[in-house]
């Protein structure tokens, strides 16, 4: 019985960790992610830091999908505050990434 217990605890755990937690806001899908060199005739509007957990209990998540989440967080917000385009600000450090908002004419 405690076997069982253990493994559907486990079970629930990995799941979790593996789930999208992170939901786009209509419209955020249009918000485009770039590098630097892709904003030289925008305007630059805003800064926003988007964090997420990069464990879940013991269970370290993919990196790729915390960065994933940590860009539809920025994306969000860019939305809320006018932008289209956002430029990760530097790594994900500690499951936490800085981008800066911009305006772009298209």
């Known amino acids: 019985?405690?076997?069982?217990?253990?493994?559907?605890?486990?079970?629930?755990?990995?799941?979790?960790?593996?789930?999208?937690?992170?939901?786009?806001?209509?419209?955020?899908?249009?918000i485009r992610l770039v590098g630097s060199g892709e904003v030289a005739n925008c305007e630059r509007i805003g800064q926003t830091t988007a964090s997420v957990r990069e464990r879940v209990g013991v269970y370290q998540r993919r990196p790729g999908k915390v960065e994933e989440e940590l860009a539809n967080l920025a994306r969000n917000s860019a939305l809320e505050i006018g932008g289209d385009?956002?430029?990760?600000?530097?790594?994900?450090?500690?499951?936490?990434?800085?981008?800066?908002?911009?305006?772009?004419?298209?």
């Open 85 to 106: 385009t956002i430029v990760a600000d530097g790594p994900v450090d500690d499951g936490r990434q800085r981008f800066i908002v911009y305006r772009c004419l298209r």
């Open 1 to 30: 019985m405690t076997a069982r217990l253990m493994i559907v605890l486990f079970l629930s755990v990995f799941l979790a960790a593996c789930a999208n937690w992170v939901k786009l806001d209509e419209g955020a899908e249009n």
